[in-house]
């Protein structure tokens, strides 16, 4: 039960092949994502925003939050690896960001927007994309591993979808 709530819509997979046709199904994804978010947060009342979405698990308003952070970070490797050859990119503790104030007590509106504008440029940036811009890479220095961007581009429409269920199973729960 802990791993459906922790992973509600499974893990990331990468398919051996990434077609053309997924890679646009998921910049579909990516590109509807601030409005589907919008559509399940926009209602709650503070209370529901600050109720975790599994035990021990982050509240509704830093999911938004985290989503932001998250979001802005992946945008910009993909502009360091547009931009130089396999760079090497800066991570980040997303459990402690998800800790300070701003993810803790800020309003959500801010992330949204944030998300809104940032999923605009985004989507215009992958829509552009050649083949060979989808091979480009960058390092993940704590895993030392590569990452392709047209794999990234999976692993975030995942992303989005699985920050969206944790939120559209709690309220499914709760009945909200």
């Not at 919008?38 to 529901?48: C, F, G, R, T, Y």
């Not at 035990?55 to 308003?61: A, D, F, N, Q, V």
């Not at 927007?113 to 091979?135: F, I, P, Q, T, Y």
Request: proline letters at 5%; hydrophobic letters at 40%; charged letters at 25%.
């Amino acid at each position: 039960m802990e791993d459906q709530l922790k992973f509600p819509v499974g893990t990331f997979q990468r398919p051996e092949i990434i077609s053309k046709e997924q890679i646009a199904d998921y910049i579909d994804i990516i590109e509807t994502f601030p409005e589907r978010l919008a559509a399940e947060v926009m209602q709650l009342s503070n209370e529901q925003l600050d109720t975790p979405y599994r035990p021990g698990g982050w509240t509704i308003r830093q999911v938004v939050h985290h989503c932001a952070d998250s979001h802005v970070n992946s945008f910009v490797r993909f502009k360091l690896s547009l931009t130089e050859d396999t760079p090497v990119i800066k991570p980040y503790y997303e459990d402690r960001w998800a800790e300070l104030a701003d993810a803790k007590s800020l309003a959500i509106e801010p992330s949204l927007l944030l998300l809104k504008g940032l999923h605009k440029r985004w989507v215009v940036l992958l829509k552009s994309l050649k083949a060979d811009d989808l091979k480009r890479t960058f390092i993940h220095p704590q895993s030392g591993r590569t990452y392709a961007l047209d794999e990234n581009i999976g692993l975030y429409a995942w992303h989005c979808n699985h920050h969206l269920a944790h939120i559209t199973t709690l309220k499914s729960r709760r009945g909200w």
